[in-house]
C-alpha cells in the first residue's frame, strides 16, 4: 500500500514538474484562463472617475429602522458621459437629475432590505453587492468598478 502510495505521489510531482518546465521554458504553451466573451476593464485616473453620493438617507424595509450612508464608486467616463455627468466633478455624478436618479436607486434598494440582513454578519458586504448590480443597471455591464460604503449608520 505504501508503495502504491509512493508511485502516485511521484507521478504528480514528475507530472506537475514537466508542465511547469514545457510552460515556463515555451516549448508548449497552455492558454490563458477567462472569462467567457469577456475582456477585463481597468479603471484608472484616466478613463474613470469616483462619483461621491453623500447623506443618502432612507428607512429599511418596515418603519422602524433606517440608513444613513454615504456610497462611493468608479465608473468609466464614457458611461458617465452618456448618462449626462461629468467626468472629473467634485461631487456625485456633476449632473444634478443623473445623482437624483441615482439616490432615488439606492434608496429603493434600502426600502427594499430589511434591517437584520444589513447588520448581519457580511450583510453591509451583500449589500455593496447590491449596490453593484443597480448602478451596473444604470451605467452598463462593466462600467461600474468597485463600490465604496465610506460611511453607514444604521439605527
Known amino acids: 500500500m ?5 508511485i502516485v505521489i511521484a507521478l504528480l ?13 515555451h516549448i508548449v504553451k497552455l492558454p490563458k484562463l477567462s472569462f467567457a ?4 476593464t481597468t479603471f484608472t485616473k484616466g478613463n474613470s472617475t469616483l462619483v461621491t453620493e453623500a447623506g443618502i438617507t432612507s428607512n429599511l ?8 450612508m454615504t456610497v462611493g464608486f468608479t465608473v468609466m467616463d464614457k458611461a458617465l458621459t452618456k448618462m449626462g455627468g461629468k467626468p ?4 456625485g455624478s456633476g449632473d ?23 447588520t448581519s454578519s457580511g450583510g453591509i458586504q451583500h449589500f455593496r453587492q447590491e449596490l453593484q448590480v443597480l448602478l451596473t443597471q444604470i451605467f452598463g455591464k462593466g462600467q ?4 465604496y460604503l465610506p460611511s453607514v449608520l444604521t439605527q
Open 96 to 118: 444634478a437629475a443623473l445623482d437624483d436618479e441615482i439616490d432615488t436607486n439606492i434608496i429603493l434598494l434600502s426600502r427594499q432590505t430589511p434591517y437584520a440582513d444589513v
Open 88 to 91: 472629473g466633478s467634485n461631487s
Open 2 to 6: 505504501k508503495k502504491l502510495l509512493l
Open 61 to 68: 424595509q418596515g418603519t422602524s429602522h433606517f440608513i444613513q
Open 37 to 40: 466573451g469577456s475582456s477585463p
Open 144 to 147: 461600474v468598478g468597485t463600490v
Open 13 to 25: 510531482v514528475v507530472g506537475g514538474g514537466t508542465a511547469f518546465a514545457l510552460n515556463h521554458f
